[in-house]
């Protein structure tokens, strides 16, 4: 029972995560196409300036949980996805670099190559977590004693791309309306247009990726054992078709609302499916990490989860005070980005 209980914690952690930090990374990826001068840029930073670093409060916490509950899932997943896992990490330091210093450097030169970063490491963090998490809902190449046998062109296989095209759609459509949610006029409506463009390729990459679930991964078994675990991947399309009617009505809190929940049903998708394990293994079912031979002790199990019931609802109070400090539309000038000069 420990076990499931955290399993589930592990993955809400995660599917958190993705729909905060998730709307800035998208945001970053699609500025060269939504900014068309200096002001659009500083408006693109605002909107975001005040949250991504506490969204990335979500990714240590669920790095953390998989330490503390799950260290030998832990254990293999940073060695044998070490090159994949850095590269991410080095984008999301390219991203939060770009961020941090953009406000504070002199001359367009400097400020042009922190918007690169900010793209760059926005773009690639977005592809590489899809890539990461299909492949682990496919399983990876590892043996009994945890050893990887493969490359990083491994995890770079057709059904890895198509959860990296996937994560990519849903990144860039959450970005694009969380801009038309804090922006008025012309960029609004520029956003706004992205946003239903951008969910037909969402929705293409969607069936492809449903699809190719049924081929390259055992997620279909749980749901065909339990039916009633369908009620999943039907609130997944529910989301995703309302937040294209929310589009369409120009109602852009609830559109991001529903790309949120798409996002998070998405990602409960894919856990779901992967229960009870952690890190399927394509060589054998059997080397597989599950959450009863990689979990804790039931002792520690027990005093996380205390620790965890203290301070994740701090967490979740502290941010939402600030989303609600925060919740006004932005300006060129203003809160939110850095000092003005």
Same mark, same amino acid.
């Given at each position: 029972?420990?076990?499931?209980?955290?399993?589930?914690?592990?993955?809400?952690?995660?599917?958190?995560?993705?729909?905060?930090?998730?709307?800035?990374?998208?945001?970053?990826?699609?500025?060269?196409?939504?900014?068309?001068?200096?002001?659009?840029? @500083?408006?693109?930073?605002?909107?975001?300036?005040?949250?991504?670093?506490?969204?990335?409060?979500?990714?240590?916490?669920?790095?953390?949980?998989?330490?503390?509950?799950?260290?030998?899932?832990?254990?293999?997943?940073?060695?044998?996805?070490?090159? %994949?896992?850095?590269?991410?990490?080095?984008?999301?330091?390219? @991203?939060?670099?770009?961020?941090?210093?953009?406000?504070?450097?002199?001359?367009?030169?400097?400020?042009?190559?922190?918007?690169?970063?900010?793209?760059?490491?926005?773009?690639?963090?977005?592809?590489?977590?899809?890539? #990461?998490?299909?492949?682990?809902?496919?399983?990876?190449?590892?043996?009994?004693?945890?050893?990887?046998?493969?490359?990083?062109?491994?995890?770079?296989?057709?059904?890895?791309?198509?959860?990296?095209?996937?994560?990519?759609?849903?990144?860039?459509?959450?970005?694009?309306?969380?801009?038309?949610?804090?922006?008025?006029?012309?960029?609004?409506?520029?956003?706004?247009?992205?946003?239903?463009?951008?969910?037909?390729?969402?929705?293409?990459?969607?069936?492809?990726?449903?699809?190719?679930?049924?081929?390259?991964?055992?997620?279909?078994?749980?749901?065909?054992?339990?039916?009633?675990?369908?009620?999943?991947?039907?609130?997944?399309?529910? %989301?995703?078709?309302?937040?294209?009617?929310?589009?369409?009505?120009?109602?852009?809190?609830?559109?991001? #609302?529903?790309?949120?929940?798409?996002?998070?049903?998405?990602?409960?998708?894919?856990?779901?499916?992967?229960?009870?394990?952690?890190?399927?293994?394509?060589?054998?079912?059997?080397?597989?990490?599950?959450?009863?031979?990689?979990?804790?002790?039931?002792?520690?199990?027990?005093?996380?989860?205390?620790?965890?019931?203290?301070?994740?609802?701090?967490?979740?109070?502290?941010?939402?005070?600030?989303?609600?400090?925060? @919740?006004?539309?932005?300006?060129?000038?203003?809160?939110?980005?850095?000092?003005? @000069?």
């Amino acid at each position: 029972m420990l076990e499931t209980t955290w399993f589930i914690l592990w993955g809400v952690l995660w599917a958190i995560y993705f729909v905060l930090d998730g709307f800035d990374l998208g945001l970053g990826a699609l500025m060269p196409v939504l900014a068309r001068n200096e002001s659009d840029r @500083r408006v693109i930073y605002r909107s975001i300036g005040p949250f991504w670093d506490g969204n990335e409060v979500w990714l240590i916490t669920a790095g953390g949980v998989t330490f503390a509950a799950f260290p030998g899932t832990y254990a293999t997943m940073f060695s044998a996805l070490y090159s %994949a896992l850095m590269l991410i990490l080095f984008a999301l330091i390219l @991203r939060g670099a770009g961020l941090g210093l953009r406000a504070e450097v002199e001359g367009r030169t400097w400020q042009r190559v922190c918007d690169y970063g900010f793209v760059i490491g926005s773009l690639t963090s977005a592809l590489l977590f899809g890539v #990461a998490f299909a492949n682990i809902f496919s399983g990876i190449p590892i043996d009994a004693d945890g050893i990887f046998h493969g490359s990083l062109f491994t995890l770079l296989n057709p059904y890895g791309l198509c959860g990296g095209a996937l994560f990519l759609f849903l990144f860039l459509v959450h970005g694009s309306l969380w801009l038309a949610v804090k922006t008025e006029g012309e960029i609004q409506e520029r956003a706004g247009n992205m946003a239903g463009k951008l969910w037909v390729a969402l929705l293409i990459a969607a069936v492809v990726f449903l699809a190719a679930t049924a081929f390259a991964t055992e997620l279909y078994r749980n749901y065909l054992e339990t039916p009633v675990l369908f009620i999943i991947p039907l609130v997944v399309v529910s %989301a995703l078709v309302m937040t294209r009617v929310f589009i369409g009505k120009g109602a852009w809190w609830r559109a991001w #609302a529903c790309s949120g929940l798409t996002m998070f049903s998405s990602t409960m998708f894919g856990v779901v499916g992967m229960y009870p394990s952690l890190l399927p293994s394509s060589l054998d079912p059997g080397y597989s990490l599950t959450i009863h031979n990689s979990s804790s002790s039931p002792l520690t199990l027990k005093i996380m989860l205390g620790v965890v019931l203290v301070f994740v609802p701090l967490v979740v109070i502290y941010q939402t005070w600030v989303y609600f400090l925060f @919740r006004d539309k932005v300006e060129e000038e203003g809160p939110g980005y850095g000092d003005d @000069r």
